[in-house]
């Protein structure tokens, strides 16, 4: 299971990984999901030289912007918004002066005008933001408009760097496990890692959906509901209706069944 990360987009948050050495034939992939249009997803450079590869949330989209050996920066912008909060797949795939960008099906590269094809990486690589100390000392940086990125708010999931799970170095303003977030799974829901997504269990809560937010319109059977033994020692089972629950006995149940036959 790849590194599960809540971005709370605080100021000054960040999360560090080991060097991604990228410089010729690479991978790495994230699923993500966001409501926001802008924000700082990925960054690393050669510290202050000239290498460096961005991406960013901009109006919405996916923006990757790099360079290498001083090359005027090559730019390429998703078609596909990604602040729907839905969960989309990313991968950004190195290939000596070319760079691709895969947003879910939609595929898209560019090719750097570089003297020099190999491109050379010193940082960390760096999601969701950059530490303070970065921003205060510029010739750190090699893009330096960066540091002005707002940071990212949302989720990463699934975290790959040429298919192993890279080890979360430090971090500020990340909450390590998606599951922490309270606002993952709503009215009691439970939630669990699956695929290395999040998924909420809604069965003993009275609601539906992904995040369990969507009231029941019809009743609910089998793992959405059971038998019960109200105080009364009366046996039943609980019916979810419209986000609301009542109690039916056996026979009433099982008279509705015969004439909706």
Same mark, same amino acid.
């Given at each position: 299971m790849g590194a599960s990360m809540e971005f709370t987009?605080?100021?000054?948050?960040?999360?560090?990984?080991?060097?991604?050495?990228?410089?010729?034939?690479?991978? +790495?992939?994230?699923? +993500?999901?966001?409501?926001?249009?802008?924000?700082?997803?990925?960054y690393f450079d050669d510290e202050g030289f000239c290498d460096f590869l961005e991406l960013l949330i901009h109006n919405g989209r996916l923006s990757l912007r790099?360079?290498?050996?001083?090359?005027?920066p090559a730019?390429?912008?998703?078609?596909?918004?990604?602040?729907?909060?839905?969960?989309?797949?990313?991968?950004?795939?190195?290939?000596f002066k070319n760079t691709t960008l895969v947003v879910d099906e939609e595929i898209k590269w560019v090719e750097v005008k570089s003297k020099r094809r190999d491109m050379t990486v010193f940082s960390h690589l760096f999601l969701g933001g950059i530490p303070p100390e970065?921003?205060?000392?510029?010739?750190?940086l090699t893009s330096s408009a960066i540091k002005d990125q707002v940071p990212y708010k949302g989720w990463i999931t699934n975290l790959r760097v040429n298919s192993s799970e890279p080890m979360l170095i430090g971090s500020?303003?990340?909450?390590?496990?998606i599951c922490e977030a309270d606002?993952?799974?709503?009215?009691?829901?439970?939630?669990?890692?699956?695929?290395?997504?999040?998924?909420?269990d809604c069965s003993e809560t009275g609601f539906q959906g992904k995040?369990?937010?969507?009231?029941l319109a019809h009743? +609910? +059977?089998?793992?959405?509901?059971?038998?019960?033994?109200?105080?009364?020692?009366?046996?039943?089972?609980?019916?979810?209706?419209?986000?609301?629950?009542?109690?039916?006995?056996?026979?009433?149940?099982?008279?509705?069944?015969?004439?909706s036959a």
């Open positions: 987009g605080a100021e000054g948050q960040w999360a560090r990984f080991p060097m991604w050495n990228a410089c010729c034939e690479s991978e +790495m992939s994230f699923n +993500m999901k966001t409501k926001s249009a802008h924000g700082l997803l990925v790099f360079s290498i050996f001083c090359a005027e730019t390429v912008l998703s078609d596909t918004a990604v602040n729907d909060s839905r969960w989309h797949a990313v991968t950004l795939r190195r290939n970065l921003r205060s000392v510029a010739l750190r500020e303003g990340v909450n390590s496990d606002h993952i799974c709503l009215n009691g829901g439970v939630c669990s890692i699956v695929n290395d997504e999040p998924i909420c995040d369990c937010s969507e009231g009743l +609910m +059977m089998g793992d959405q509901g059971g038998p019960f033994v109200s105080a009364g020692g009366r046996e039943g089972l609980w019916a979810a209706v419209v986000g609301e629950t009542d109690f039916i006995s056996p026979d009433s149940y099982f008279c509705c069944l015969d004439k």
